[in-house]
């Protein structure tokens, strides 16, 4: 069975600092390129950034390009976003996906349960 | 940027036929995806590839993709399928989210 657990999220002021960390189970995790995706409370879905396979290839939403950092270990079988200088706008539960094909511009088959990142003074 | 853009909410009776629209500039040349999400719980893929549906998505969930528009179409609708729905698509190492559509069985 195919599971993806998120952890890290917090309360923590702007501008400061967080790392997210998503276990993976259930797959051959270093077959699939991963996703980060978040939700606002609230409001809709939005696609953070992506890691290919083998942590070659990193794209981001123009939203958090330059603050945040995706990173995995394929040996851990675990997903990271290190995300830097945050701001309010970026309070929102965030969920780690896998693609459902190999390549990089895939669908997302499995949602992890979310972890919820909070930006408040 | 690209902007996917869905009617805000879609009502339909029971055992009818529920078609939500996804509209972006040329998204036929792309592939879009569809999710649904209920109240308090993770994401779901109903569509990918346009047409394909996942292992356990239920027949009653159908999609087209052509132009600029494409239709996640839901037939026979059960009180089940109540919830939000959002498309998906990529441009340009980009993934874009649809605007979503709560689907309400009356």
């Known amino acids: 069975e195919v599971q993806l657990v998120e952890s890290g999220g917090v309360v923590v002021q702007p501008g400061g600092s967080l790392r997210l960390s998503c276990a993976a189970s259930g797959f051959t995790f270093d077959d699939y390129t991963m996703h980060w995706v978040r939700q606002a409370p609230g409001k809709g879905l939005e696609w953070v950034s992506l890691?290919?396979?083998?942590?070659?290839?990193?794209y981001y939403a123009d939203s958090v390009k330059g603050r945040f950092t995706i990173s995995r270990d394929n040996s851990k079988n675990s997903l990271y976003l290190q995300m830097n200088s945050l701001r309010t706008e970026d309070t929102a539960l965030y969920y780690c996906?896998?693609?459902?094909?190999?390549?990089?511009?895939?669908?997302?088959?499995?949602w992890g349960q979310g972890t919820l990142v909070t930006v408040s003074s | 940027s690209y902007d996917l853009t869905q009617p805000p909410s879609v009502s339909v009776s029971p055992g009818q036929t529920a078609s939500i629209t996804c509209s972006g500039d040329k998204l036929g040349d792309k592939y879009a995806f569809w999710y649904q999400q209920k109240p308090g719980q993770s994401p779901v893929l109903v569509i990918y590839q346009n047409t394909q549906r996942p292992s356990g998505i239920p027949e009653r969930f159908s999609g087209s993709n052509s132009g600029n528009t494409a239709t996640l179409t839901i037939s026979g609708t059960q009180a089940m399928d109540e919830a939000d729905y959002y498309c998906q698509a990529w441009d340009s190492n980009t993934g874009v989210f649809g605007t979503g559509t709560k689907v309400t069985v009356l």
């Open positions: 890691i290919s396979w083998d942590g070659g290839s990193t």
């Open positions: 996906a896998k693609a459902i094909l190999t390549g990089y511009y895939s669908a997302f088959d499995y």
